[in-house]
């Protein structure tokens, strides 16, 4: 309930619930949940045999999951012993993307610093917590989107037909799946499914073990070093022209783009921002360390770090733009603003008699979060376990009703129910 | 809604508390991105200035559904001609402030752009009060 940077979380019934408008599909409370609570939704992996061309969407992070004596080639054969036709690495895409940042660069009234909008769990964020800065993100699709799209041109050029393609995204990234679900920037997603990679890590590894990897497998696409290192943190930032920060981390994302917002002239040209520590190796679908999946990474992009793309990188205008991304403003109390600004110091008073230590005992993240839970009509001030003990001796609630409000939050099926009598 | 703030003079650490939290209130209340962004701005190179130039300062906000009024009072040596001090470019901030990013004499001419109105006053060796006032109609 804690871990959500957005205070998204409730406990009811014994319940995590996540308040929907406020999610931005970061999957920190997946990853920290102690009980397991939270499940990523996914799609069911016999879809991919609805289609005859079945093409798997690489990210380098799957690769860089895999002990270094497991080899790329064992690693795609196994997906092809799983069923996929075709195999395409998303990341050797990323030439095109940084064509699309090199066409935004230079123009004029664009807001600066421009901040990439790689991340989907960052551009959710930037919606839904900082509204003033949409303006401010890079309209270019991401790499997964434009590799999708430029492979499945190039199957259809080579005569296939659109609609016995099936285009399948493995990704390590909660608020990918998220995103191909309800898309932000894009009427519909591109890709036709997506694979949660912890699902499949184990699969393909235990395919590779036993020695029944489909053999001698290769990817599609000119994968380079810059490719390789774009998932991870400074991999865009590093490429960037002017001064560039990249930033790993939601809480550390969170706290800057606080500090962004009350300067008029950050004097910084480019952000890249990505929700998970150590970027998208420390996904919330990754089943290895992500310090380790970092090291591997590296050493494959020194491997083949002199080598060049082979065709001229080329952005498409009329597919690879986003379009505008609406802010989501979350933090409104009220629409009316005499409401609004009623509630607020309804809220400070509130705040005045709550213990102030978030214990979180109330089913709510914090004793600020209580208070708007209670202006908005979702939560009593009796459900503060300091002010109902004080409600109770003052005669307000009986014992039944503390009860009752009790089990309301943690539930009533808990086992030290029947255990204190 | 009323609150106010203490800022010390050389407290660059705790400048841009009061904006923060300002800042939070308003997104609270249906008011424009932009307009969040004057008020925001203002509030904070003002308290820029207390930690760069003051000893001590204090700040009242006070809210309502139509405008927030933010007034700034310092203790310090006060601005002898407030024409010059208006100009972009002019400062009196000292090296080791100018080093720390701050005081390339924009502070006060940002805040009144940033504010529909706004209204300054100095006593040379006693200190300076400001007045930002911006309405949050959209």
Known sequence: MKACPTEAIRVRNGLAEIMEERCVDCGECYKSCPVSAIIVEQDDFNEIFNFKVRVALVPSVLIGQFPSRITTEQIFGSLITLGFTHIFEIDSVVDIVQEGYNKMTGQKDEPTPRISSFCPAILRLIQVRFPSLVENLIRVKPPSDIAALSYKSALIDKGLSEDEIGLFYITPCAAKIASVKSPVGEKTSTVHGVINMEYLYNKMLHIILNGEASEEQHAAGDLTSMGILWSLTRGESRHQAGRSLAIDGISNVTHFLENLEDTENSQIDFLELRACDESCAGGALISGNRFLTVERLNGRARIIQNKKRQDKAVFQDKEYWLDPIPPRPMMVLDNDREEALRKLNKIEDLLKILPGIDCAACGSPTCRALAGDIVRGDAGPEWCVFLQELYLRNGKISLDEADRINSGIWGSEREYRSQIK | ?138
């Open chain 2, 1 to 138: 809604m009323e609150l106010s703030y203490d800022i010390g003079g050389g407290d660059f650490v705790n400048a841009g508390r009061a904006s923060s939290a300002v800042k939070g209130i308003l997104k609270q209340l249906n008011i424009s991105a932009v307009l969040i962004k004057r008020v925001v701005i203002a509030l904070y190179e003002a308290e820029v200035n207390v930690a760069a130039h003051a000893s001590a300062g204090k700040i009242s906000v006070s809210i309502t559904k139509d405008v927030i009024r933010i007034n700034i009072r310092d203790k310090g040596p006060g601005i002898a001609d407030i024409e010059l001090a208006m100009q972009e470019g002019y400062s009196t901030a000292s090296k080791e402030v100018r080093e720390m990013g701050f005081g390339a004499g924009m502070g006060l001419p940002n805040i009144r752009k940033n504010s529909d109105t706004f209204n300054i006053s100095s006593t040379p060796g006693e200190g300076t009060e400001l007045e930002i006032i911006n309405r949050l109609s959209n």
